[in-house]
């Protein structure tokens, strides 16, 4: 069965700490995504990348970065947290299958800033 | 630009009602539309799919019609079960604005009680 993993469940920081969500995905797929879930908000596309060392902002990029060094992993980077960013957070990868439904999605982290 | 519209939550329904979650769309050329769910403490998963008008997706009993003449994909199911109990969204992938998004509804909360 296909999986993709993220590290942490729960996850409680300090503001101005620097932060990374980690996301690993066993598929080998070219193009992984990260989201943040709000409440009534749905979800909102951070950052995406379609190969290693390759990245694109989506809707909302600001005030994160992102790191693929490999295939599998691709890496959630808050420079300096802030309490705005607390949210749940989601990692995706997708293979290309017509009609687009080729998403899997991690189970989230919870990310808490104080 | 593309966006998805669904029915605010919560949902409250007793075990063995009809269930509907309206969806509508505005998209820029022929997207893909989706249905996902999210069990509690899980990720997303896909729940159903439609690729071209008059399409029907179908599983577990969920069905979604795509109707292109109203930009609607409405969720249904007949007889809800308590372990329906999730948050759904309803999501577009348009290959004209990039099949390396989805546009995802806010979400609806569903919570069947015995």
């Known amino acids: 069965d296909v999986k993709v993993t993220q590290s942490s469940r729960y996850l409680v920081k300090r503001t101005g700490e620097k932060v990374f969500l980690e996301c690993v995905q066993d598929?080998?797929?070219?193009?992984m995504f990260w989201y943040r879930q709000d409440p009534g908000l749905g979800l909102r596309l951070i950052y995406f990348?379609?190969?290693?060392?390759?990245?694109e902002k989506g809707d909302i990029p600001e005030g994160y970065s992102v790191s693929r060094e490999k295939k599998e992993r691709f890496s959630l980077i808050l420079e300096s947290a802030s309490t705005n960013q607390t949210s749940m957070y989601l990692c995706?990868?997708?293979?290309?299958?017509?009609?687009?439904?080729?998403?899997?999605f991690g189970s989230g982290t919870r990310l808490t800033v104080v | 630009g593309d966006s998805v519209t669904q029915m605010e939550g919560p949902v409250t329904l007793s075990e063995e009602a009809f269930l509907t979650i309206n969806c509508t769309y505005t998209?820029?050329?022929?997207?893909?539309l989706f249905w996902y769910v999210q069990y509690p403490g899980e990720g997303l998963q896909l729940l159903l799919k439609a690729t071209k008008a008059d399409d029907k997706g179908s599983n577990k009993g969920f069905e979604a019609t795509y109707r292109k003449e109203t930009t609607s994909f409405h969720l249904e199911k007949g007889s809800v079960q308590v372990s329906d109990s999730a948050v759904y969204f309803c999501a577009l992938s348009d290959p004209q604005t990039g099949a390396n998004n989805l546009f995802f509804g806010t979400g609806t909360r569903l919570t069947v009680i015995p």
């Open positions: 598929m080998d797929h070219e193009n």
């Open positions: 995706a990868s997708k293979i290309y299958v017509a009609g687009g439904s080729g998403y899997t």
């Open positions: 990348s379609y190969d290693v060392k390759m990245k």
């Open positions: 998209a820029t050329g022929y997207p893909s």
